[in-house]
């Protein structure tokens, strides 16, 4: 059996107001007065892109930060919901 992986980054930089003089990427800003996350729809939307561009997969794995966003969009595939304006299918 042979596997093949495609790995994601963040699409976010991580220190915007450094004028991203690193390569280092997130997947979305958190906000320390409220639970929101900002940059969140636009890191979902790489991810179901891929998703449709590139697959189909046999899974998705994440790690740290990474692994919040593939059960917010393993949850959205699942259930066909719509998260953040976004909707969770792929043609």
Known sequence: MEFEFKYLSGVLPAYPD???I???KVWGYGEPNNDK???LE????????????DGPFS?????SSGAAMTAIVTSMLEKKKVVCGISGEVM
């Open 59 to 63: 899974g998705i794995v994440g790690f």
């Open 22 to 24: 690193t390569d280092k």
């Open 37 to 39: 996350i900002n940059g």
């Open 42 to 53: 636009r890191s979902i939307q790489h991810i179901l892109d891929t998703l449709d561009q």
């Open 18 to 20: 450094d004028n991203d």
